[in-house]
């Protein structure tokens, strides 16, 4: 039993040194609260944590905090107001990777509609933008959140799960920052999953969520249109290579340089989205 503890301890104060080195930051601009509240979110010197993994949901500040309200993205505790199976495979997925923590915290500093996802080499936090209103399908927050929250999601399940795609850090070479590109495309198929789910009956036009997430299911609607300029999940492949992949002294890549590169370099992990949109939605 102690030299057990002893081994938790000792990995736990390299986890925080690697922290320092390379800290993982898949959306840096929602940093700012990250050293205050990790102090009071996770308590990283309890041995119950570290033993058993957690997930939680928590306001960031300034709401009511009922527990009803804290426990709206937690299908274990409120299955009523989720609709998602997929979101709900997500959630399961994290919470069933034993010694690593994963918070959801409802971050007014996050753009609506946007997440991000954080690992301090102790623990990982997922940030959304606080929910307004119902939690259902009518209400095109919650569309939007739940499908970033899958998103966020798979990038713990590849950070921290059996998948483990790495490939942000300071240290890391172009080669590795590559996989940037497949663990965005990853997390993009969950994503249309999800939005693929809540569309029911209905037409993408008029589904409740922003015009973003509407365009990226498209674009796994088509998926023979994926690596033409029009389509929303090239225009955002570009936009991550030449913003994340493509970093220092490289040159940015042009439109025809980037088809060139998902016909090479992302042929692979291309069709490995496709997949993950085809199984989880059975389409
Ligand atoms: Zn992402």
């Known amino acids: ?25 898949y959306a840096s601009q929602h940093f700012k609260f990250a050293e205050k509240e990790q102090v ?34 937690r299908p274990d505790k409120n299955p009523t107001n989720i609709t998602s199976s997929i979101y709900k495979e997500q959630y399961n997925a994290i919470t069933n990777i034993p010694g690593h923590l994963v918070n959801i915290v409802e971050d007014p500093n996050t753009t609506k509609g946007e997440g991000s996802y954080t690992n301090n080499g102790a623990a990982s936090i997922i940030r959304i933008h606080p929910l307004v209103g119902e939690a259902n399908i009518n209400n095109e927050d919650f569309n939007n959140n739940i499908a970033t929250l899958a998103h966020e999601l798979q990038h713990a399940i590849d950070d921290i799960g059996t998948s483990h795609i790495d490939a942000y850090g300071l240290n890391k070479d ?5 996989n940037i590109i497949r663990i965005e495309w990853r997390a993009w198929a969950i ?8 569309l029911g009956d209905g037409s993408v036009d008029d589904l409740k ?7 990226m299911l498209n674009s796994f609607l088509n998926p023979d249109q994926m690596n033409l300029r029009a389509d929303e999940f090239f225009r955002k492949t570009r936009e991550y ?7 220092g002294n490289n040159a940015k890549l042009t439109e025809e340089q ?19 949109f085809k199984t989880k939605t059975g389409r």
């Open 1 to 25: 039993m102690f030299a057990q503890k002893k081994k938790v301890k000792e990995k736990k104060s390299r986890a925080v040194a690697n922290s320092v080195a390379q800290k993982k930051n």
């Open 40 to 73: 009071s979110l996770i308590p990283l010197g309890s041995n119950l944590i570290l033993k058993k993994p957690q997930l939680t949901v928590q306001r960031a500040i300034g709401w009511d905090g009922s527990l009803e309200v804290r426990n709206k993205y």
């Open 258 to 276: 980037t088809q060139e590169w998902i016909n090479a370099k992302g042929k692979e992990w291309l069709e490995e989205s496709k997949l993950i």
């Open 191 to 198: 994503q249309a999953a999800v939005n693929y789910q809540s």
């Open 209 to 215: 969520i922003n015009s973003h997430q509407k365009k």
């Open 174 to 178: 172009e080669v590795q920052r590559a």
């Open 241 to 247: 290579i030449n913003g994340k992949v493509m970093i």
